[in-house]
């Protein structure tokens, strides 16, 4: 069981917006920025976006990050057909002298 | 071109070690804390333990810890994970992940190595 809890999936048509859901603690969301990785199947994850909308060159800005009290969101407008794929949020956590924790993950489809 | 190149994974029994490489290039090594996250095939992410830059700073997850041993050679631009009394749990991608000082997110990622435990 992941310490931070997103949900297995998510779905939406092209052009829609979508929204994915990371939910933690005090320890870790609260406290911490919060990270976005998306991976495409058969390869590494990659860096998407952070909670303060921190991008990495190349990321398009219909990708956007936001964090309010233990809860954060990554949201998609323009939904496009190359967005389907996992998408993991993690964060670091303050607890038993501090280490990283993940979500179990959200398998956004593009119908 | 930035590059995180994983090697040494392969199948091992129950209870044999297994040492991980990763050699970087294309950034100031020095400049990231180092870490290995892993991935049993089809399931979510595990972050396994994280060295920072001068070596001065490192944190194992409960599940390796006192197994698993994070190292670096910034001389070499290399991290290593050497890895004792193997379960078959312990199955999965491992990659080889940075982290710039100053940020809270993991970037550059390696393509992953694949360590199979099984007898």
């Known amino acids: 069981q992941s310490v931070l809890t997103q949900p297995p999936s998510a779905s939406g048509t092209p052009g829609q917006r979508v929204t994915i859901s990371c939910s933690g603690s005090?320890?870790?969301?609260?406290?911490?920025?919060v990270s976005w990785y998306r991976q495409l199947p058969g390869t590494a994850p990659k860096f998407l976006i952070s909670?303060?909308?921190q991008r990495p060159p190349g990321v398009p800005d219909r990708f956007s990050g936001s964090k309010s009290g233990t809860s954060a969101s990554l949201a998609i407008r323009g939904l496009q057909f190359d967005d389907e794929a996992d998408y993991y949020c993690?964060?670091?956590?303050?607890?038993?002298?501090?280490?990283?924790?993940f979500g179990g993950g959200t398998k956004l489809t593009v119908l | 071109e930035v590059q995180l190149v994983e090697s040494g994974g392969g199948l091992v029994q129950p209870g044999r070690s297994l040492r991980l490489s990763c050699v970087v290039s294309?950034?100031?090594?020095?400049?990231?804390?180092m870490h290995w996250v892993r991935q049993v095939p089809g399931k979510g992410l595990e972050w396994v333990s994280g060295?920072?830059?001068?070596?001065?700073?490192?944190g194992y997850a409960d599940s390796v810890k006192g197994r698993f041993t994070i190292s670096r050679d910034n001389a070499k631009n290399s991290l290593y994970l050497q890895m004792n009394s193997l379960k078959p749990e312990d199955t999965a991608f491992y990659y080889c992940?940075?982290?710039?000082?100053?940020?809270?997110?993991?970037?550059?990622w390696g393509q992953g190595a694949l360590v199979t435990v099984s007898s």
């Open positions: 005090s320890s870790n969301i609260g406290s911490n920025t």
């Open positions: 294309g950034f100031t090594f020095e400049d990231y804390a």
């Open positions: 993690a964060a670091w956590d303050d607890r038993l002298n501090g280490h990283w924790v």
């Open positions: 060295i920072s830059g001068e070596s001065d700073t490192i």
């Open positions: 909670s303060n909308n």
């Open positions: 992940v940075g982290q710039l000082w100053s940020f809270q997110w993991f970037d550059p």
